[in-house]
């Protein structure tokens, strides 16, 4: 607890001390707060998803020795970033006297009170971070939906009931809908319990197949490929590592805000976790299948024995679980909207709740129907919302935050704040031209 206690002191240290008698933690209306643990398995199931799955592909891209220091790099980059973006927030609670502040709005408060050359972009800004973060959370859901019908699809059509991948996507619709109703992330623990005890149970089915054989390490995987497809490993290192949406929702509803940060923050411990299992899966699934690989490597499992068809529904199931906890992100922005124009009554409020609650889970399920590719779309998902969500706006707010005299000596935070908005910028950028390039080579 001592050590817990000493990291929070972190953010005060961070943020500033404008008004130390008011602390935004203890004023944020919760109704059933999230423990340490659950967040934490919060954390790790919104976290490790079809991403991990991903990651042999990314691998193959640019090579074993170049992809393990650019996971390393890109982790820490964006866990950096994350840490700015809830220390950017925590002092706009402390200016504003908030217990908590959505993203949009603290992006809108920022700029706001940043460089007057910038103030004009304060509301075009706030509505375009809800864009993006929605975009972002629907696309998740779209991504989570063709995984678990492509999985599902390959073990049905090894037993002769061969359907087509958008006749999968249909049956999946009534339990999607049904998972869609669940109203708070407390409900939602025991689904992400189940889940990641899923998931553990099909990284080990994996593993079993990317161990069995003796691993021959040839020099030409260990050396770095294709400076290319460099833009295309960051979308997908940034799609799998980074749930922008969740980390905010997870810190919002965590008992003891205080210690999702720190050096040793329940954020942190989560990110080491995830950033070791990516990059074991990511090089040992390269190993196995080299130049094979596919979008996922539950697609590259042997379809006739009875292990890789445990593994692929294990896995389908353990992703099918999850789609609750990345739709409550989408559900939440409109919802706090839609409630204000609503008119106040117990029946009204039940019918555009639920109504919106399947409502996000037809478009994201949809979007999957009209257009059901894997590989391309994560990469591209991941490029553009991510750049921004994760690594540019958090720059922008920083900057605006520490405007006109707080940049510090040589005005350092403002060059490190301009750097950072330049590196989205470029991933966002080559990112998206990449997996635009590879979507289009696909249909030809």
């Known amino acids: 607890m001592f050590v817990y206690e000493f990291m929070a002191g972190l953010v005060d240290t961070i943020t500033g001390d404008d008004d130390e008698s008011y602390d935004p933690h203890q004023h944020r209306k919760v109704e059933k707060p ?32 170049g992809s393990i220091f650019m996971m390393i790099l890109i982790g820490a980059f964006a866990a950096y970033c ?62 989570y939906c063709v995984f678990v019908s492509e999985n599902v699809k390959q073990v049905f059509d090894f037993y002769g009931r061969e359907m087509s991948l958008r006749a999968h996507l249909c049956v999946l619709l009534a339990p999607l809908a049904l998972l869609g109703l669940l109203k708070d992330l407390k409900l939602m623990t025991p689904l992400s319990t189940i889940s ?35 833009p295309v490993f960051i979308g997908i290192a940034l799609f799998a590592l980074e749930a922008v949406g969740v980390v905010l929702a997870l810190e919002y509803n965590m008992e ?54 445990a593994a692929k529904l294990t896995f389908a199931l353990a992703i099918f679980l999850s789609f609750p906890l990345q739709n409550f992100v989408a559900y939440s922005i409109l919802w706090r909207k839609i409630q204000k124009k609503i008119p106040v009554s117990e029946r009204s409020v039940l019918f555009f709740d639920y109504a919106l609650r399947i409502l996000l889970v037809i478009i994201p399920w949809l979007l999957a129907v009209l257009v059901p590719r894997l590989g391309p779309f994560i990469s591209l998902f991941g490029a553009f919302c991510l750049s921004l969500l994760a690594v ?24 490190r704040d301009i750097l950072i908005v330049l590196v989205g910028a470029v991933c966002l950028l080559a990112g998206c031209y990449t997996s635009v390039l590879e979507i289009f080579e696909a249909d030809e």
């Not at 919060?42 to 090579?63: D, E, T, Y």
């Not at 099909?202 to 691993?215: C, N, P």
Request: with cysteine.
């Open 34 to 65: 999230t423990s340490y643990s659950d967040t934490m398995i919060h954390l790790l199931k919104g976290s490790i998803g079809a991403g991990v799955l991903a990651m042999p592909n990314a691998v193959q891209r640019v090579g074993i020795l």
């Open 82 to 143: 994350m840490h700015l973006l809830i220390s950017a927030q925590y002092t706009l609670c402390k200016k504003t006297r908030r217990g908590y502040l959505a993203y949009p709005r603290s992006m809108y408060l920022a700029v706001q009170d940043g460089p007057p050359c910038l103030r004009w972009a304060a509301a075009p800004l706030y509505y375009f971070v809800d864009v993006v973060l929605i975009m972002w959370q629907l696309g998740i859901c779209c991504i």
């Open 196 to 230: 990641n005890i899923v998931t553990m149970l099909g990284f080990i089915l994996v593993f079993f197949y990317l161990i069995e054989d003796d691993v021959q390490v040839d020099e030409e995987k260990l050396n770095f490929k294709s400076v290319e497809d460099v």
């Open 256 to 309: 003891n805000p205080k210690r999702f940060v720190g050096i040793c923050g329940l954020f942190n411990i989560g990110m080491i976790i995830i950033l070791s299992l990516y990059i074991s899966m990511g090089v040992f699934g390269y190993l196995k299948y080299g130049e094979d690989i596919k979008p996922s490597i539950t697609l590259n499992l042997p379809q006739h024995e009875k292990k890789a068809q």
């Open 392 to 415: 540019v706006f958090p720059g922008i707010m920083d900057a605006c935050l520490h405007y006109p005299e707080h940049y510090g000596l040589a005005r350092f935070r403002l060059v």
